[in-house]
Nanobody, 120 residues
Framework: VQLQASGGGLVQAGGSLRLSCAAS????????MGWFRQAPGKEREFVAA????????YYADSVKGRFTISRDNAKNTVYLQMNSLKPEDTAVYYC??????????????WGQGTQVTVSS
């Protein structure tokens, strides 16, 4: 599966952005999806994940209550709605896909990343 992330940009603290990740192929619903981010000088970190049908989600503690992951299997797209953004949310955001769903599992497929910059 090929992934294309979009929707990043520059926003002021407290603002919102919605990231999208479009997947190629006809088996999108067979993949669990995740969002990760990497800030300058830091390791990539998990942000959120969603199960194949969208019935289960989980989040990193740092974004819980502010970010929402969702998916539309008819459109082969996963979203990350980001509200109440903070400067520490500044990072390149990546979407990823994997057959398995669970915390801490490795993802097999990665998108190219989209930059999110939050100004104070």
């Amino acid at each position: 599966v090929q992934l294309q992330a979009s929707g990043g940009g520059l926003v002021q603290a407290g603002g919102s952005l919605r990231l999208s990740c479009a997947a190629s192929g006809r088996t999108f619903s067979s993949y669990a999806m995740g969002w990760f981010r990497q800030a300058p000088g830091k390791e990539r970190e998990f942000v959120a994940a969603i199960s194949w049908s969208g019935g289960s989600t989980y989040y990193a503690d740092s974004v819980k209550g502010r970010f929402t992951i969702s998916r539309d299997n008819a459109k082969n797209t996963v979203y990350l709605q980001m509200n109440s953004l903070k400067p520490e949310d500044t990072a390149v955001y990546y979407c990823a896909a994997n057959i398995d769903y669970g915390l801490g599992i490795p993802y097999d497929y990665w998108g190219q990343g989209t930059q999110v910059t939050v100004s104070s």
